[in-house]
């Protein structure tokens, strides 16, 4: 059981908006903006999307965002597209004994 | 422009100790604020944080796994090395590592697929 809750599964049509949520606790999403997604492809590394909860890096898509509120992040990809079908991971620093966590990762489906 | 690469045995017996290699370019340990970690997927399963060490040689582990595993780098040649001990069928995974920054891992390996078998 990972640390951080996501659904399993969220599906979109081509140009609709998806959110995935990321639950965690007050030890680690409620306490540190240090949130991170990651974008996997079947059968290759994950990507960094968002990091410290908002941040895109260089060459990522300004469809994809991301947001928290207390102990849930969120991860949101407006006008979606073909390519963006796959599974999303979140990750989140845990303080210094824990360290880092991820959830169980999101399938998401463009329909 | 940062690279890393996995490399390791693919198949190990129970109990035997895993070593893996990281191997980069595009950057030195040695330079404030950079760190590599190590990650793992069990097929079909999520991501799981394994270990990470900075350029001040600073280390961090799984509290699951602390045990089991060492982390080092030797930065003249540009790798990070992960041991982990009394490997187990359930360590079966593709075993990645990441260009570190706090916080977040921005850039991975290719992966290498680690099967645990007798």
């Known amino acids: 059981q990972s640390a951080l809750t996501q659904p399993a599964s969220v599906s979109g049509s081509p140009g609709q908006s998806i959110t995935i949520s990321c639950t965690g606790t007050?030890?680690?999403?409620?306490?540190?903006?240090?949130v991170s997604w990651y974008q996997q492809h079947p059968g290759k590394a994950p990507k960094l999307m968002i990091y410290e909860g908002s941040k895109r890096p260089s060459g990522v898509s300004n469809r994809f965002s991301g947001s928290k509120s207390g102990n849930t992040a969120s991860l949101t990809i407006s006008g979606l597209q073909a390519e963006d079908e796959a599974d999303y991971y979140c990750?989140?620093?845990?303080?210094?004994?824990?360290?880092?966590?991820f959830g169980g990762g999101t399938k998401l489906t463009v329909l | 422009q940062i690279t890393l690469k996995e490399s390791g045995p693919t198949l190990v017996k129970p109990t035997q100790t895993l070593t893996l290699t990281c191997t980069f370019s595009?950057?030195?340990?040695?330079?404030?604020?950079?760190?590599v970690g190590w990650i793992r997927q069990p097929p079909g399963k999520a991501l799981e944080w394994l270990a990470l060490?900075?350029?001040?040689?600073?280390?961090r582990y799984s509290p699951s796994l602390k045990s089991r595993l060492t982390i080092t780098k030797d930065t003249s040649k540009n790798q990070v090395v992960l041991t982990m001990t009394n490997m187990d069928p359930v360590d079966t995974a593709t075993y990645y590592c990441a260009h570190r920054r706090r916080g977040y891992s921005d850039y991975w390996g290719q992966g290498t697929l680690v099967t645990v078998s007798s």
């Open positions: 060490i900075y350029w001040d040689d600073d280390k």
């Open positions: 990750c989140s620093y845990a303080g210094s004994s824990t360290f880092e966590v």
């Open positions: 595009g950057f030195s340990l040695s330079t404030s604020g950079v760190g």
């Open positions: 007050s030890s680690d999403v409620g306490s540190y903006n240090l």
